[in-house]
């Protein structure tokens, strides 16, 4: 009102041409107080929740875009209970859920209640597409039904021959690389390795197709994921308000050109791929690729009367297996390495088991032949496993998933109204004293062998849970394991202390990854 009072004066206007001053001027004055001071406080139905003090006009904005991602929220949970309210500005409420009954509600009681906001998801189509991952209600569960026989055990057993011979080539290059550098020793940056070594796995074992990116750093389509982790300050700033403001895509800016260059490698190679796999198909309908199995179980419905999945649906799982089948595990495995790195005695006790479960990994003269040999499974190795787990527990490679009520509903006896957007934070939940005890913080392999009772499903957080956990959860656990076999019977390694602490870094974009990847000076195992 004084600024357009003060307008009017200055400029000799009368009040009428005032009005579009005092519109704005109101609009602002409505946002900043009634908003962001009396509704949360006086009006909301979320006031009861309890809620993180703050600011009123940006709330817990500001540790939110300043830290690790999910770390605020670990500690206010620590402080005000296992739901809490928090703000961003101007009075935009938030909820972290981090108490079993409230996970197992939003996440396996009443999930359709909770899709993912169609905001947050704009971002993620323009990389993922619309598959399985981003598809809700009933799309989503044809979808996830057409895509499950891709996923079975029989299915992930077929890949581990797949899994085997890309996790071997990928040391066989590095150990190359240590020769080359005429030294002892040598530093390796295992992030882009193990992303080059499962873009390809999926490659091969999702779509029967060799991408090569081991052999070729510098393809295209791993390029195109490159381009999407650009952490320089614009790209996180537009990326942040991106969450908010979906049409910012638009604005020209590197960050946008960049996602719009990786989209178009994407959807070309996702349609490339396509194309192919089903004229192989036409010669070959029983491979047992995930596509392949995908594709049959969707004619079998058809045949049952069900509508199918059409050719833009099925490139758009390309795209979605490419992006969410290949980071993930390549970030999980990338972390074990740091943990281990900086846990020697883990390492070599871990290093230890797969010696004696597969001598052969440490015997010079061995030589891998997918189509003659069995390796064994890596399931049979009880402290990888340990291990494995403690890591993606410590380090959820995705370290938050977000959705939005429908409907009313009641979460943690608080009734929460439609439209109410809740976050579910593994890199809090995976890390609270409530579920894991007093050393939820310590990296422990341990303490996988005796769990504390509280320690349930919903307090590992890092695949999600219920009908909208991930998929590949089986896949990823057991390509993971056998890239880290291979790693560990070729090489010993200690972080190098010249390259910044991955764990300073850690930069969250779908995957929450080392900004600088994570670097470990590596000597090679003695193989006799
Ligand atoms: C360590 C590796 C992995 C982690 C930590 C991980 C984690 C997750 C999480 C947290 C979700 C839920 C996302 C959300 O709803 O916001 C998810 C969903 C999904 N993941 Fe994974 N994932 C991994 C590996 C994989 C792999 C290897 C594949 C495929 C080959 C895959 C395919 C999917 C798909 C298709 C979904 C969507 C499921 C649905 O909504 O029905 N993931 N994953």
Redesign the pocket.
């Known amino acids: 009102m004084g600024v357009a009072l003060y307008y009017a004066r200055q400029y000799g206007h009368s009040a009428y041409d005032t009005v579009p001053v005092w519109a704005v001027t109101g609009t602002l004055l409505y946002l900043a107080f009634y908003r962001s001071l009396i509704v949360p406080i006086y009006f909301s139905e979320l006031r009861h929740i309890p809620s993180v003090p703050g600011f009123p006009l940006w709330g817990q904005f500001i540790p939110i875009v300043t830290e690790e991602c999910g770390i605020p929220q670990r500690k206010w949970h620590r402080r005000y209970g296992g739901l809490i309210r928090y703000c961003f500005p101007l009075g935009t409420e938030r909820l972290s859920v981090a108490d079993n009954q409230g996970i197992k509600h939003v996440t396996s009681k009443n999930p359709y209640n909770y899709p ?1 906001p169609v905001r947050a998801k704009l971002w993620m189509t323009r990389i993922l597409g619309d598959g ?2 981003l598809a809700e209600g009933h799309d ?1 569960a044809y979808q ?1 039904k057409t895509v499950n026989p891709g996923f079975s055990i029989r299915a992930i057993n077929s890949f581990m021959p797949i899994f085997w011979q890309k996790g071997l080539r990928m040391v066989e290059l590095q150990h190359r690389e240590l020769i080359r550098s005429n030294e002892s020793e040598c530093s390796l940056e295992v992030l882009e390795w193990f992303n080059r070594a499962t873009l390809d796995i ?1 490659g091969k074992s ?1 779509f029967g197709y060799e991408i090569n990116s081991l052999e070729d750093e510098a393809l295209p389509i791993r390029e195109a994921y490159r381009l999407c982790f650009n952490f320089d300050f614009e790209s996180r700033l537009l990326h942040g308000i991106q969450a908010f403001y979906p049409t910012t895509q638009h604005i020209p800016s590197q960050m946008n050109d960049d996602i719009n260059k990786a989209r178009a490698i994407i959807i070309n190679k996702a349609t490339e791929i396509l194309i192919e796999r089903r004229r192989c198909m036409e010669f070959n309908p029983n491979a047992k690729d995930v596509l392949t199995l995908i594709t049959q179980e969707d004619n079998a419905l058809r045949e049952k009367g069900e509508p199918g999945l059409s050719f833009d649906t099925m490139r758009d799982q390309i795209m ?2 490419l992006g ?2 290949h980071d ?2 390549a970030t ?1 495995a990338a972390w074990t390495i740091h943990l281990l790195s900086i846990h020697p005695g883990v390492q070599a006790k871990v290093r230890e088991e797969v010696r004696e479960y597969m001598p052969f990994l440490f015997d010079k003269s061995f030589k891998f032949d997918p189509d003659t040999m069995t390796l064994p499974d890596p399931d049979q190795l009880p402290y990888l496993d340990n291990v494995c787990r403690e890591s ?1 527990r410590f380090i ?3 370290p938050m ?1 977000v959705r939005e009520s429908v409907e009313a509903d009641f979460v943690s006896g608080y009734r929460i109204p439609a439209n109410t957007v809740l976050y579910i934070l ?1 890199n809090a939940i995976n890390r609270m004293e409530w579920f894991w005890g007093d050393d939820a913080d310590e990296f422990e392999p341990d303490r996988w062998d005796d769990l504390p009772k509280t320690a349930v499903p919903n307090a590992f957080m ?3 849970q219920g ?7 089986k ?2 656990e057991v ?2 394991k056998i890239l880290l076999c291979c790693f560990l019977s070729r090489f010993e390694f200690l972080r190098d202390r010249d390259t910044p602490d991955p764990e300073d870094w850690k930069m969250w974009r779908l995957v929450l990854r080392p900004r600088d990847g994570v670097t470990v000076k590596c000597r090679p195992v003695l193989r006799v």
């Open positions: 993912k399985v991952l989503h996830r999926i999702g979605t297996f969410a089948g993930t595990t999980g993606l959820p490679p995705i998933t593994s890092t695949f999600l009908p909208r956990g991930c998929i590949g959860r896949f990823a390509e993971m």
